[in-house]
Every structure is written in C-alpha cells, then in structure tokens.
C-alpha cells in the first residue's frame, strides 16, 4: 500500500528524482546550488576539493570512487602519519554529494496545480487506510534498518580479515555507496509524501495519530544520517587500510553491534511538568519555533518549541554549543528528545525546558564495531551531532520568493558544515580569525 501511494503521490506532486550519476553536470548542480546561498564557507570549500584534484590527481572527469581509488594508490600519508589531505577531502567530496542529493530530491518539486485534485484524493485515501498506512511504515523500517546493518556487516567481515583486499574492499564500497545513495533517495520521497500525509490527518482532526506517523518520519530522517556517516566511515576505513595506517577501531577486539543508546522514560508534552528534577525522559512533538539565543554565561544556545497538537501544549527544548537549524531541524519537523527535566532552565531564561542528552560516544564506540564505524566519519558528518540524543523528520526548505533568498534552512548541515574537518578547514579558519585581529 505504501509502495503504490507513494508512487501516485511522486507522480501527482511532480517531484523528479535526480539522476545518480556522477557526472560533471551533477557538480555543476551541486556547485551552483551551494553558491546559490551565498554561504561563502561552504563555497569555500568546494573551490579548495576542486581545485587539489585538478592539480594533485590531474583528473578531469567528476568520479569519486575512481579518484579514492587512484588517490589510495598513488599519494603518501603525511609527516604525522595521517591521510593525506586530499585523501580526506576525496571523502569529503563524496559525502556532500549525498548529502546534496538527500536535500535536492527533499526539494525537487515541480508545477502540479493540475494534479491538486488527484493528490487530495490520494491523501484522503491515505487518511482513510491510516492503520495499514502505520503497519507498513513500521515494516518498511525495519526493512531498511535492517538492510544497512546487513551491509555494513560486509565490512566487518572484510575487518575482521588477516589480510586486506584491496580491490575487493573498493568493489564493496561502491556497491555500499550505490546503495547509500538510492536509498537517501527513497528516504527522501517518502518524508515528502509523510509531510502532507501528516497534514492531511491533522486537517481531518485526527492529530493523535499523525503523531504516529511523524514518529516514523523522524525515524526514517534519523537512518538518512546513518547512511551518510556509514558512508564516509566505509570509504575512511579503505583509505587507513589501502595506506596501511591503523583505523580508530578493530573488528578483532569489538562486536559488530551493542546495546542499545539511552532511552529516557516516555512521557507526554502536557506531563512534562510533572515531571522531578532531573528526570531522564523522552518526549515528542512537532518543532513550533527554533532560535538560537545566548545564555547569561555568553553560551551559544539553541532552543525548539515542541508542540502537541492533541493536548495543544507546548515545552521549550535546548541545548548549549548548537545552532540547530544548521542541523536541519526546521518549523514542521518532527522532532524526538532524549533529556533531563529542568523546571527553572539556565538556557530558558528560567522556564521548564528539557536539556537534550549527550550521548557518551567515547564510551559507546568502545562497545561496538557499528557505532565506532559511524562515530570515524565524524571529520565529514557527525551521525549524533555533539552527541545529541535526538530524531527528527526531514522537510522541505521555506523560501521567500519574493526577496529570493532561503529563509528557513531545511538544508543547514548541506549550506552551514565544511566539506571536512581536516587540515583545510583548520587552516581557513586560521586565517579567518587571525585576519579580524
């Protein structure tokens, strides 16, 4: 049912799915896209990984897998026994190419004014099969959480081997990264087609159950960043082995995956009051408002307004060191919080708030082979940014049409994160500051 809906609404909403090839076109896209939000950092950046392959690898054509494979041959490691730089932004290149996919299928959406009635029609329908619609979200998970842990179980095994086979490993990881990116895709369309089919259900007064269905949308946007940090995990590992250096983690000591991370006690929005002190809980609800403010101390603090359309109350969320709209998090999003209660918050001007979790990462990788995996491709993408214990939906950006320019940053980690945190980032950044002084 879900397969058949979705497809009906991709065709009545107009939405194109983007070729995944990568050719030069589809830099161009990527390049024009990024320098289309003025965000001279991540132009930046994009420029510098551009310009190291015409003049280190003296390729022309845009091929990722063929550069890693050729940059994995040919460069040297550096003085302190690293990758080499362009090594890193290879990989780095490679993530924001998904990353951009991700967010230019989010967004792609043509005219469909003449198809209005038939998406309506097929929305009402949704409405009307809302208990298959949920049984078939949480099977189709299940599925894809699955079906990542099987691949990434390919990797283990080749981790876990005496020997490295290097062409095997790289026919392996463009077979995974293939699949990252069809998958990113999908997960892409159906946050879409989740969107309006959790708006439909509101329209329709059936606001407890849409919040079943965003709670799947958070889920799905939360494996879309465990593909794109398996990615840059996957494609990381073969460069430490291809250059024989020894990778953050080994097979050989660590089991592939651990317990599971820490869940707070369920409890309402209207509740959270109610709640002692300190209490370590896990709430839900649709984000009303994201700002970032600055605390007594002079911390940057970022703040989301999480709101029940059932009971219709509200309760701030927040957590120091983070702009969370640069993560994503966007008006309309779904979002899933894992934190301690705080009846007169230091980050809320005193207000009940919930502090997000950090996770105890350093402590998590050293108990499984996945999750240390995840947590190597921090210096492209972060799957738990600063740890956060967070979930949330994917949606579409708001723009200002008439002013053309981006308002909202549904896309932030695309526009706001450098290409990586390497050497490239650590020397812009050097000269950005050391030029204000």
């Known amino acids: 049912m879900l397969k058949e809906h979705l497809q009906s609404y991709l065709a009545y909403a107009g939405i194109k799915v983007p070729d995944l090839h990568y050719s030069e076109s589809a830099t161009q896209t990527i390049r024009k896209k990024i320098q289309k939000t003025h965000f001279l950092q991540s132009n930046i950046f994009l420029r510098q990984g551009w310009h190291t392959l015409k003049t280190k690898a003296l390729l022309e054509n845009t091929d990722w897998f063929n550069y890693l494979n050729f940059i994995s041959q040919q460069a040297t490691v550096t003085k302190d026994g690293q990758l080499p730089n362009v090594a890193q932004e290879l990989v780095g290149m490679l993530h924001r190419n998904g ?17 209005e009635q038939k998406l309506q029609e097929l929305l009402t329908q949704v409405v ?68 309006e089919t959790i708006e439909a259900l509101q329209a329709d007064r059936k606001r407890s159950f849409s919040e079943k269905v965003a709670f799947y949308a958070a889920q799905y946007g939360t494996l879309s960043r465990h593909l794109l940090a398996a990615q840059a995990g996957v494609w990381h590992l073969f460069l430490q082995k291809s250059f024989g250096l020894l990778s953050d983690f080994r097979a050989s000591t660590l089991p592939f995956q651990a317990s599971k991370l820490p869940n707070g006690k369920n409890v309402d929005i209207h509740k959270v009051s109610q709640c ?31 709101y029940d359309p059932s009971s219709k109350k509200s309760v701030w969320v927040a957590t ?86 981006v308002v909202k940053m549904g896309a932030g980690e695309l526009i706001y994160q450098p290409l990586y945190k390497g050497q490239a ?13």
């Open 128 to 195: 009307e099969n809302k208990e298959e619609l949920l049984q078939q979200l949480k099977e189709n998970l299940e599925v894809a959480q699955v079906k990542l842990d099987e691949q990434l179980l390919t990797f283990y095994q080749l981790d876990l081997a005496l020997e490295f086979n290097q062409a095997d490993f790289y026919q392996k990881s463009v077979a995974f990264s293939e699949y990252v990116q069809a998958t990113l895709t999908e997960i892409a369309n159906v946050s879409n087609f989740l969107t």
């Open 320 to 405: 120091p060191f983070t702009h969370l709209r640069h993560l994503g998090i966007e008006v309309g999003s779904y979002l899933i919080v894992h934190g301690q209660v705080k009846h007169q918050s230091d980050l809320v001007a005193g207000e009940l708030a919930i502090h997000v979790d950090r996770l105890p990462l350093s402590t998590l990788k050293e108990s499984s082979w996945k999750i240390a995996l995840l947590d190597s491709a921090k210096i492209y993408y972060q799957a738990w940014y600063n740890g956060l214990n967070l979930h949330w939906s994917l949606v579409r950006h708001e723009q200002d049409l008439k002013e053309a320019k």
């Open 276 to 306: 002692n002190e300190d209490d370590f809980i896990e709430t839900k609800g649709f984000v009303q408002e994201v700002i970032s403010t600055e605390a007594a101390d002079k911390r940057v603090v970022g703040q989301v307004k999480l």
């Open 99 to 115: 990353l951009f996919l991700l967010h230019a299928t989010l967004n792609q959406r043509l005219e469909r004014q003449k198809n």
């Open 425 to 437: 980032f650590k020397n812009y950044r050097k000269t950005k500051y050391s030029s204000k002084n």
